[in-house]
């Protein structure tokens, strides 16, 4: 049976060259960088060069770079770091209602804390509502959180546009004397690496992103934290990363990590263009060969390997589970397939229904994508929705 | 050996669901579920003597529902009503084996469902 792997979103391959590069990290340099023998000394160096390398390719100084487990640390870090480092009576934080739950849930958290958390709106096409943004702001606000590009639709933030609203609103704080701070923060897991990203230029004070993501290995991601802005720690038990998260360094995922960044470096404008061609292949076909099938997100602001789409009459799990039976693997945004029993919130903020939020397939396309597999997938997705819409309840007009 | 292993009963009522349709001219006609959960499903039943003489089923829901619902009609299929009324979620999960907490309630909706077209069933019987 064929094997096609189509949820690069979820997370992707490790690339057999960064698992060359991070192999003498194991067994052959194994030294603890906070030991000052030769052995140690050489995982520092190792890592001080990883560090510089990630560094550079966001426009960072590697003293910005924090290193944590992965995007989940590293946004809980970011909004959490920010809440406790300031010592305010009323803190107020805004994020999106398309965010991930390693945002949604630490702002859940602080809410106990007695912060006030603002759930902005998004538009049919998934795309943050940055006239609210603007309108939600107040003097007390010390965090916005959006997103770079959302998960599940793929649909790109507006983030420039943000980031412009914060600096225009850091002025008038400065201005009016109002002493207190407010920072950007974006969750840049599904982008970092795929899309250029340049912190400087896009006045950026925290960024979260994952190594697994990008052909790196699993269990390293790093927060961008602009120099100068202040956070708590979360990880307590040595002066790891500035004293910003304790914990002996990941030296073959650090390593492994900046190896999968020069990669992604190197081929990242033609694979953008590869992959956007072949996505707006596969969104064709599925929209001319399935009736009552619908894309979810913007067509053109969306990452260039995403597909979202819902189609009528047949619950997403179902699908996912058939295609699965014939080697093809990719997600979605049903009830049935969270244990919560709660479709995509990403699809409801975007006002979907509840019929179309319950029929959606998520496909992501990656490196090792081939147009042959997009054909193979497509004929047994016919299928599958032919079998399934046979033995649906609800009936399609056709 | 996963719940969606290929070789499970759950898949194998999924790939291969009995009793799949409608039937023209139904003794009754049981129907659960809501587009707001999810799950929709519909059963119509041929009645003769108190027997379930033949039973179709349309399912809108995942592969344990669908699973669920195939497996109820085979369980019921030429049982008398009371017989078909005794059968429960728990029969249906013994067949369909290991599935995680949170699907429980496709077979729960699947007995629901043969309840509910039963109850038709003896609500019209009784008007007659």
């Known amino acids: 049976m064929r094997k096609i792997y189509l949820d690069y979103a979820a997370t992707t391959p490790t690339d057999s060259r960064v698992v060359k590069a991070m192999k003498p990290y194991f067994s052959k340099i194994y030294g603890n960088a906070s030991s000052l023998h030769k052995i140690g000394q050489k995982s520092k160096l190792a890592m001080n060069k990883a560090r510089a390398e990630i560094a550079q390719f966001i426009n960072a100084r590697s003293e910005e770079i924090i290193f944590t487990s992965g995007g989940t640390e590293a946004n809980n870090l970011a909004i959490k770091g920010i809440f406790f480092a300031l010592n305010l009576p009323h803190k107020h934080i805004i994020t999106s209602k398309i965010e991930h739950h390693a945002v949604l849930e630490p702002c859940r958290f602080l809410e106990k804390q007695n912060a006030t958390i603002t759930h902005l709106p998004v538009d049919k096409y998934g795309l943050v509502n940055i006239i609210k943004l603007q309108q939600a702001i107040k003097d007390e606000t010390i965090l916005i959180s959006i997103m770079h590009a959302n998960n599940e639709t793929g649909v790109i933030q507006p983030i420039k546009e943000i980031s412009q609203i914060v600096q225009a609103e850091k002025e008038r704080r400065q201005k009016e004397k109002i002493n207190i701070p407010i920072y950007f923060h974006t969750d840049a897991v599904q982008t970092f690496s795929h899309l250029p990203l340049d912190v400087h230029q896009l006045n950026i004070d925290l960024l979260s992103a994952s190594a697994h993501k990008l052909y790196g290995p699993k269990g390293i991601g790093l927060l961008y934290l602009k120099q100068g802005v202040k956070i708590e720690s979360l990880i307590h038990g040595g002066e790891h990363e500035k004293g910003k998260r304790a914990s002996t360094e990941n030296i073959p995922g650090i390593v492994g990590f900046a190896k999968a960044v020069e990669l992604a470096k190197k081929e990242m404008n033609k694979e953008q263009k590869r992959l956007m061609k072949m996505r707006d292949y596969f969104i064709n076909k599925i929209i001319d060969s399935i009736k009552d099938s619908h894309l979810n997100g913007h067509a053109k602001m969306r990452l260039a390997n995403n597909i979202n789409i819902s189609i009528k009459g047949i619950e997403g799990e179902a699908m996912m589970i058939n295609l699965d039976s014939f080697g093809i693997a990719c997600s979605t945004g049903s009830a049935c397939s969270s244990t919560s029993l709660e479709p995509s919130h990403v699809l409801l903020a975007m006002s979907l229904g509840p019929e179309l939020a319950h029929s959606s397939l998520r496909f992501t396309l990656g490196r090792w994508t081939k147009k042959k597999d997009l054909d193979y997938t497509i004929k047994k997705l016919i299928f599958v929705v032919n079998r399934l819409r046979n033995i649906s309840s609800l009936k399609i007009k056709i | ?128």
């Open chain 2, 1 to 128: 050996m996963g719940q969606f292993d290929k070789n499970s009963e759950l898949m194998d009522h999924f790939l291969h669901p009995r009793n799949v349709g409608k039937l023209d001219n139904p003794d009754a006609i049981g129907k659960v579920g809501n587009i707001t959960c999810g799950d929709i499903m519909e059963i119509y039943l041929k009645v003769e003597n108190n027997i379930i003489k033949n039973i179709k089923f349309q399912t809108f829901g995942c592969a344990a529902a669908i699973a669920s619902t195939s497996v109820l009609t085979e369980l019921v299929k030429g049982k008398t009503l009371e017989e078909a009324l005794k059968i429960s979620s728990k029969r249906i999960r013994e067949i369909l084996g290991e599935m995680p907490p949170h699907k429980y309630h496709c077979t729960v909706l699947a007995e629901q469902a043969l309840k509910d077209a039963i109850e038709n069933y003896q609500k019209k019987s009784e008007k007659k």
